[in-house]
C-alpha cells in the first residue's frame, strides 16, 4: 500500500518562503506524474504544480513564478519550494499522482500571515 508523508509546512510571513515535502512509500514514482495540492478552508483541493516522470513541469497561474516542483526518484521524493508566499497560499498542502490517486496522505498546513 502506497503511503504518503508530507511535511515542511508552518506560519511563514508574507513574502517568505517555505520547502515542503513528499515522501512516497512504494514504487509510486515510476512512469506517474506527481502533483502538489491544496485546500484552503472553504474551498475544493486544487492541483498547484505537477512534474512528470521525464521533469515538465505545470503551474496554476496563481504560482507562477514563485513556487518550483522538484522531484528526486531516488528518495522517491517530490518538493515544493515556496516563495514571496502570500496570505491567499494558505491551505493544507497534499501530495499525490495526477491521475488515480491512491489515499491521501495527512497534509502539511501552510499558513501566511499578512
Known amino acids: 500500500q502506497v503511503q504518503l508523508v508530507e511535511s515542511g509546512g508552518g506560519l511563514v510571513q508574507a513574502g517568505g518562503s517555505l520547502r515542503l515535502s513528499c515522501v512516497a512509500s512504494?514504487?509510486?514514482?515510476?512512469?506517474?506524474?506527481m502533483a502538489w495540492y491544496r485546500q484552503a478552508p472553504g474551498k475544493q483541493r486544487e492541483l498547484v504544480a505537477s512534474?512528470?516522470?521525464?521533469?515538465?513541469?505545470y503551474y496554476t497561474n496563481t504560482v507562477k513564478g514563485r513556487f518550483t516542483i522538484s522531484s528526486d526518484n531516488a528518495k522517491s521524493t517530490v518538493y515544493l519550494q515556496m516563495n514571496s508566499l502570500k496570505p491567499e497560499d494558505t491551505a493544507v498542502y497534499y501530495c499525490?499522482?495526477?491521475?488515480?490517486?491512491?489515499?491521501w496522505g495527512q497534509g502539511t498546513l501552510v499558513t501566511v500571515s499578512s
Open positions: 499525490n499522482k495526477v491521475r488515480s490517486w491512491v489515499t
Open positions: 512504494g514504487s509510486i514514482f515510476i512512469n506517474n506524474a
Open positions: 512534474i512528470t516522470s521525464g521533469g515538465s513541469t
